[in-house]
């Protein structure tokens, strides 16, 4: 790398060195490759574009999903003397013809704009006029349905660019990384040959612990929690603007220096609040999650999710924001089945494959929440990193856990992968494992097979828990061409050759310590099954099967 980028890092944004994979990165970026970043929150992404932008010549685009974060960069920037403007719905005509003539004139260094702006025809125009020098896509996880934070516009920024400028080079930034996400992007983007740079998502000095969600337990717990980090900072995240109001005043009738924040309060005193966290007069933030985003507080020593988040993304996200400055991070969460069932029920309305989208996120959601795997090893597995040895810094690593001998188990989960030929998911091989007869399980005539009912003995819901372990401990894999079927992993085709003892762990049992207020819903191992929406469903992948020329997967 050239001196002088070096130099601009400590003169432009007053740091003495990179940080992790951000020299590659930006080195890779000004010899004009694509670039693909994965990287967790606040590991700083923003600079790999940043810096590039700075020493290059012409104006590099940022698409950037928010406006707030937009305006919130570009403030940033032009305090530290770069030229950097918005591009977005809030700029009336005659700002937005001032900006547009300072690109044109060269001086501009960052032009952010929102995805809705790019794809105005008068935006079009205007930038393939300018000069430009490479384009920068943050927040890429907004390309995929498979992630937490869907926009359809991110999915139409591929073909403006090629209209703009097909060969100005690319960098995509995102901190979600689930193998699905990031396929998707890349083929998005048409970024299957990017260079890829992968950070570790491990956050070593975060603790992660659950707790049962128990009417008024939970409560003190939260008070007696808080309490003992008295005079630190701490979030508390909840689902509802209700909720936030409860809980805050729930806090403050404790004496405990909070205040709520969401998006139904008045602007003024949202952002009082804010920022009365952030200049510490206040301790507690108690927040929807729309609170958090861009926000950079490094010392927060606690995330609480006093009500379970919707994706285990989205979770990573939220907790990330605790202990940025290396320190002490707890994070804890209450959870309750019916939590996910309620978040369940407020998809009912939405189209089907959004519906059954979000279902499968929360199901991940409530797997880790039952989980008696250390929690850090699902969370890496949940974004494809495989962690081998328990981390003893969350709560199932500190606690006695149930253990039992899982040889057989694997063996038979094994097993039904490969008699149903591995173009099966987990729902489908607990059924066949258990001897349960549905449409598809005689459909393909696995009722005939040697596993069918072999595990008969062994509730449902615990099939399921082993299935996810033999994924943990990389026995199984996803595929995720192929609507997520299980195939085995060389690890698991050894393991078939000479197995041996694998230890399991036992799932926690939440439901009989958390008395329910209203059990609406029937409880089970699954999420309260909807006889129509699953009707939809089959005809849907059955449609997307044939086109394929595919079996319709369960
Ligand atoms: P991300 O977008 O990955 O969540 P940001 O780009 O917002 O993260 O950066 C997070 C924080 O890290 C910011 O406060 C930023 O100033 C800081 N930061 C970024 N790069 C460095 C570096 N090389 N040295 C020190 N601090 C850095
Ligand atoms: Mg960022
Ligand atoms: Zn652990």
């Known amino acids: 790398m050239e001196e002088k980028v070096k130099s601009e890092l400590k003169k432009i944004f007053g740091f ?56 919130n960069q570009v403030d940033q920037l032009n305090a530290i003397g770069v030229n950097a403007h918005f591009l977005n719905s809030t700029l009336n005509k005659s700002e937005a013809t001032k900006v547009k003539s300072e690109v044109l ?12 702006s790019l794809t105005k025809e008068e935006n079009i125009a205007f930038l393939k006029s300018a000069h430009l020098s490479f384009v920068a896509i943050d927040e890429a ?4 349905e498979w992630g937490h934070d869907f926009r359809p516009e991110y999915r139409k920024i591929k073909s403006i660019v090629a ?27 048409h970024m299957e040959e990017a260079d890829l740079f992968k950070s570790s998502f491990n956050r070593t000095n975060l603790f992660y612990e659950v707790r049962p969600k128990v009417k008024n337990e ?54 009082k609040n804010q920022d009365d966290f952030l200049n510490e007069e206040l301790d507690v933030i108690v927040a929807t999650i729309a609170f958090g985003m861009g926000i950079d507080k490094p010392d927060v020593r606690y995330v609480i999710h006093y009500d379970v988040p919707k994706s285990l993304e989205g979770y990573y996200q939220e907790t990330g924001r605790a202990g940025r400055d290396g320190l002490e991070g707890h994070c804890l969460m209450f959870y309750r089945y019916e939590d996910i069932v309620k978040l369940d029920k407020f998809n009912k309305d939405k189209p089907v494959t959004e519906r059954e989208n979000a279902r499968v996120l929360l199901q991940e959601m409530a797997a880790y929440a039952e989980t008696g795997v250390c929690r850090r090893k699902f969370i890496l597995n949940y ?64 009722d005939q097979l040697p596993v069918f009912g072999k595990g008969k003995v062994v509730p449902e819901k615990y099939w399921t828990s082993i299935i996810r372990q033999a994924m943990i401990f990389d026995f199984l894999e996803k595929d995720i061409e192929s609507f997520g079927v299980l195939k085995l992993t060389p690890r698991g085709k050894a393991f078939m050759e000479a197995p041996y003892s694998v230890n399991l762990y036992k ?20 999420i309260a099954y909807d006889e129509k929406l699953f009707e939809l469903l ?13 079996p319709p997967y369960v």
């Open 16 to 71: 003495s060195q990179f940080r992790g994979n951000q020299e590659p990165i930006v080195d890779n970026l000004l010899s004009q490759k694509n670039t693909f970043v994965i990287m967790p929150t606040g590991a700083g992404k923003s600079l790999c574009y940043q810096l590039p932008a700075v020493v290059s010549d012409g104006t590099a685009i940022v698409i950037s999903p928010l406006i707030a974060l937009m305006k």
């Open 105 to 116: 004139s060269k001086k501009t260094k960052l032009l952010y704009v929102a995805p809705e």
């Open 141 to 144: 996880h907004c390309i995929s």
């Open 163 to 189: 209209q703009i400028a097909p060969n100005l080079p690319i960098i995509a930034l995102t901190a979600t990384a689930t193998p699905k996400v990031q396929q998707d992007i890349q083929r998005n983007l």
């Open 218 to 271: 939970s409560k003190k717990h939260l008070i007696k929690f808080i309490k003992s980090h008295k005079g630190k900072s701490g979030i508390i995240y909840c689902l509802s603007r209700k909720k936030v109001e409860e809980i805050a005043q729930l806090l403050q009738v404790n004496q405990i220096n909070a205040a709520p924040y969401h998006a139904g309060l008045d602007s003024a005193v949202r952002i």
């Open 383 to 446: 974004f494809g990193e495989t962690f081998e040895k328990d981390c003893g810094y969350c709560d199932n690593c500190k606690r006695e856990r149930e253990i039992f001998e899982g040889m057989s188990y694997i063996q038979t989960a094994l097993e039904a992968a490969m008699e149903t030929n591995e173009r099966f998911g987990i729902e489908h091989l607990v059924k066949v494992i258990i001897g349960e007869s549905n449409e598809y399980v005689t459909s393909y005539k696995h």
């Open 507 to 526: 799932d926690h049992e939440y439901e009989a310590e958390s008395a329910s207020d209203t059990p609406d819903v029937e409880i089970s191992a699954g």
């Open 538 to 550: 089959k005809a849907e992948r059955k449609k997307v099967a044939k086109s394929k020329g595919l």
